[in-house]
C-alpha cells in the first residue's frame, strides 16, 4: 500500500489524478501530541469543523501492555502489524523513542510542564550561539502558557510523600551542595536551584491531600467514558499510567475538542499530503493509510490497510519532530516554495541519561544502604536548574536542568538480574541447602529464609536510581532522506561537547553527595550513542524562509493555510521538559490563526 501512496509523492493531486476528496473540513490536524490536541480543541471550540488524524491508537484505562507478550509487540511496525506505543528511531549515532497514540508524547512523557527560561529565548545578535534564534519571547507565550496550564493543572510532588525515597535523597545533596530549594515558579535564573516541578498529574481530588488510587470523576466527560484514579506512585508514568492518573491529552484537550463536535480518527496515518482547488478554491488534500484493527498475533490474516482521502481548508502538521520532518521532505514536490531550512536545526534538547548505585547513608556510625525507591513515585519528583550564559553563569556555560528518575516495579527486578555473579551465588546456595537437608532427610528445613536469601536483599535496585538531564545543546543537527527515502540524522556531538560533559559533573556531584557510586549510561559510554526522547527542529520558526520553515505563528512560508505545530518548529532546544512549551506555542498559532480565518489562503 505504501507503494501505491509513493506514486503520489512529489507531484500535485491534478497531475497524479488522486481521487477527489471524500470528505472536506475547514481543518484537519495530523497527530495529537502536544501541538495537535491544542490545535483540535482550539478549532472545535472556535466552532471550526476539524478532524483530527491519529496514527496510533486510544490507550483507555488499563489498556496500556504489562505482561511479556504483550509489551513484545507494543512497538510501532505497522508493516509487520504491530501497532503498539513506542516509535523507536535508530540512526548512525543516536537514537530517538516517541509515540504512537491516542495523546501522543504525553502518554509516555514524565509529566514535567516547565516554562521555557525567558533569558534563553535567544534572539538575533547574541554572542556564542550556533544558529539559534527565536522569533518568540517569553512574553509572547505567557498567556499562552497560562491557557495551556489552566487544562492540565500541574502541580507539584505532594507535601505527604516527601520525607523519603528519591525525593528526600535529592533535597539533601541540595542541601549539602549549598543549592538553594525554591518552587518552581520563584526561581532566581542567576544562581544554581532546586525544586519539584510541576507534574500533570492528579495526586487528590477537588484540591484535597492526596489518596492513592481513589476513584474520581473529573467531571469532563472523557472520552473513554470510563472512571480514572489518583496517582498510586506506581512508577508507571513512562510506559503509559493505567490508572488515568496523569492528566494526558486525551483525557484533558482531546476529551473536549470531541465534546465540541471535533472528529477523532486513530489508527489513520497520513502519507500523503498536498495542496489542490476543489470548487475553485486552495484546499490541502490528505491521504491516508487506516490501518486495521488486527493485530501480530491475531490467527486470520487481516487485510491490508484502506486509503482515505479527505481536504481542509486548513491543514496542521503536528506529527512530532521525526514524523513532521519525514512528511514533508516525502511530499516535497508538492510544495515548491519550501524552505531550504527544512531539516536544519535538529537538537535533542540536552537529553542525557545517568545512574546513582548502590546508595549508602550513615547512621549510628554505620553505613546503611540508603532507601531511594524508584519504583514508588512518579517518574520524575524534583529537579536542579543550572544557570546558563544568558543568566550571567559566564561565558559559554550552557545552561542545564538535572531531575531524578524512576521507573514500574519491573525494573527492579531486572536490575538485579545484572549482578550475575552475585545471582549465581545465591542459586548455588540455595541448590546446596536444599541438597544438604535432602540428605539430612530434613524435610522441614526453614524454606522461607533460604528463598529469602535466595532473593537477595535488592539493595541494588532499592538503593539505585537513574537521573534524567536536558538543557541547551547546540541546535547543529541535520534530518534529510536516503536513497529509500528513510529519515537520517547529521548529529555531530563535538560541538555540544561542553554542555554534557558540565551534566556529567553535576550529576557525578549529586550521586557523591547521596552516598552513590556514579555510572554514566553505558551507550554513551562505550559506544559514543547520544538518545533523546524529545527531538525538536527541522522545521524551524524563522524571520523569513531564509531562516526558518515556519513564521512566529506556526505558519509554512509560502503555504498560505499549512501549519506546523510540534517540536520541529523550534530553532533551539527548549532547555527544560519541552512539553508545555511545544502545547504553548500551538495555542498562540492557534489564537493567530482564528484571527485571520477569513483572509484568503
Known sequence: MDAVLSLH???????????????HFEAVVIGSGFGGSVMTYRLADAGKRVCLLERGKEYPPGSFPRTAREIRNNFWRPDARRQGLFDVWSFDDSEAIVSAGLGGGSLIYANVLLRKDASWFVQRGRRDQLDEDWPVTRDDLNPHYDAVEAILTP???????????RFAAMREAACSRGIRETTWNHIDP?????FPPPLAVTFGVGGGPP??????????????GEPRETCRLCGECDVGCNYGSKNTLDYTYLSRAKKLGAVIRTRSEAKVIAPATRDGRAVYVVSYLEHPHAGPDDPVRHPPPAVRTISADRLVLACGTLGTALLLMRNRGNFPQLSRMLGKRFSGNGDYLAFAMRAQERRDGRLHPRRLNPSRAPVITSTFRFPDALDGAGRGVRGAYLQDAGYPVAGDYILELLDPVADARRVLRFVWSRIAAALRWNRQSE??????????????????????????DLPNGTLWLDRRQRLQISWPDAPSAGFYK??????????????????????TRLFNRLITVHPLGGCAMGRSPRTGVVDSYGEVFGHPGLYVADGSVMPGPVGPNPSLTIAALADRFATHMLQTWNRAP
Open 211 to 224: 489518596e492513592r488510587g481513589r476513584v474520581f470523576d473529573d467531571g469532563s466527560g472523557n472520552l473513554y
Open 190 to 194: 542567576t544562581i544554581p536551584q532546586w
Open 447 to 472: 524454606l522461607g529464609p533460604q528463598l529469602a536469601r535466595l532473593l537477595g536483599s535488592g539493595d541494588l535496585s532499592s538503593c539505585s536510581m537513574p537521573f534524567l538531564g536536558m538543557g541547551r
Open 155 to 165: 502541580v507539584p510532588y505532594p507535601e505527604a510523600y516527601r520525607s523519603h525515597g
Open 502 to 523: 558540565r551534566l556529567d559533573h553535576e550529576a557525578a556531584e549529586t550521586t557523591a553527595h547521596i552516598g552513590a557510586k556514579y555510572m554514566q549510561n553505558p551507550l
Open 9 to 23: 509523492m512529489g507531484r500535485s493531486p491534478q497531475s497524479t489524478g488522486l481521487p477527489a476528496s471524500e470528505e
